[in-house]
């Protein structure tokens, strides 16, 4: 089936550095999701991809949807403590989401 | 605000057992999506309701799994003869139907722990 692959499994950062995320599929996708889980929680989204080599900002996060369909990249700017959590990528082809395993952040004061 | 909501939010069953989970989405919204959530994993699509029908359901929903929304607003997803396996996190999540029908937005999640 299809898979998204996010790596590295876990990155630590400090706070105020910038941190990017890529996911890389082996298939393409017509929407590309980003989406944050904080512990006991459902994901909250983040931001939504239309099109191939968009890139959209949200706040400090900024995300391009890649040329070839099968990836993209989360950049977060000038990260804050609030910043940590579970971050996934999602693909849409059809009615359902495909999620990576996702990549836990860390920030250190 | 009115998101997605679920109940329980927590569920602790022995093997066997049967449970049942609710979920309500956001009122204007006529998808409605439930996932399955494991441990160190992202959300695995199990099925999808537009309105009252079920459009699509995963190989993940054996028969033991049924999922329903009858008048086409809050959905339940039953689960007979809970199996060790079966513990994880049961997400929700709902979208328009037109427009930004790809835009899912989940509910809290219900935690099943079968012992």
């Known amino acids: 089936g299809q898979q998204l692959n996010q790596s590295p499994q876990s990155m630590f950062i400090q706070e105020g550095e910038d941190v990017s995320m890529n996911c890389t599929s082996s298939?393409?996708?017509?929407?590309w999701l980003w989406y944050k889980q904080d512990p006991g929680e459902g994901p909250v989204l983040l931001i939504a991809?239309?099109?191939?080599?968009e890139l959209t900002s949200n706040g400090r996060l900024t995300a391009q949807f890649g040329i070839t369909r099968k990836d993209s990249f989360l950049n977060i700017s000038a990260s804050i403590p609030s910043d940590v959590g579970i971050y996934f990528c999602?693909?849409?082809?059809?009615?359902?989401?495909?999620f990576g395993k996702g990549i836990t952040l860390s920030v250190r004061p | 605000d009115t998101g997605v909501s679920q109940d329980p939010r927590h569920k602790i069953t022995k093997r066997g057992q049967n449970v049942t989970f609710r979920c309500d989405p956001i009122?204007?919204?006529?998808?409605l999506y439930w996932y399955r959530q494991t441990l160190g994993q992202g959300p695995e699509f199990l099925t999808y309701?537009?309105?009252?029908?079920?459009?699509?359901k995963s190989r993940l929903l054996s028969d033991r799994f049924s999922a329903e929304r009858p008048k086409g607003s809050f959905s339940t997803l039953e689960i007979q003869r809970t199996e060790q396996g079966d513990s994880a996190m049961y997400l929700c999540?709902?979208?328009?139907?037109?427009?930004?029908?790809?835009?899912?937005?989940f509910g809290p999640g219900t935690r099943l722990t079968v012992t």
């Open positions: 999540a709902s979208s328009e139907r037109q427009g930004r029908s790809y835009e899912q937005y």
């Open positions: 009122s204007e919204h006529n998808r």
């Open positions: 999602a693909g849409q082809l059809g009615s359902k989401l495909t």
């Open positions: 298939s393409i996708f017509n929407t």
């Open positions: 309701f537009q309105n009252e029908a079920q459009l699509e």
């Open positions: 991809l239309y099109k191939a080599g």
